[in-house]
């Protein structure tokens, strides 16, 4: 079994079977305390803005987010990449990075950090 964003699969096969596992929204944490704004999070402060992103690999290959953002204009500017979400939210909770991640690791994530989760001030596709 392998596991594989909606939409990512196209051209491995026709003979492949698939099934959604799960599906949610997508959020922006941002810290307490190091926020560079106030009040509500327009897209032009989310452009702004220095983000922290997850990314399994280090090569200049397009993430399913990229592909998102590309579609609906969306401009990124990467502080950091990391390959384990699990880093996320103490990076972002430590800087004025905003990082846009699944609603459900984000509660998660809110449980242990000072962190605030927002919600993205564009259309996102929802995680599948």
């Not at 196209?10 to 949610?24: K, N, V």
């Not at 327009?42 to 579609?71: L, W």
């Amino acid at each position: 079994m392998v596991a594989i964003p909606d939409g990512t699969a196209e051209g491995i096969g026709r003979d492949i079977s698939s099934a959604l596992l799960f599906e949610d929204d997508m959020v922006i944490i941002a810290s307490r305390r190091h926020r560079s704004f106030t009040g509500p999070l327009t897209r032009e402060i989310y452009e702004a803005s220095g983000h922290a992103r997850f990314k399994m690999s280090p090569k200049n290959t397009a993430t399913h987010q990229d592909v998102n953002f590309r579609q609906i204009g969306v401009q990124q500017h990467d502080l950091v990449m990391v390959q384990q979400f699990l880093s996320l939210p103490g990076i972002v909770e430590a800087s004025s990075a905003l990082a846009l991640i699944q609603r459900r690791l984000a509660e998660r994530f809110q449980r242990s950090h000072e962190i605030d989760i927002l919600e993205a001030p564009f259309r996102s596709h929802r995680s599948t």
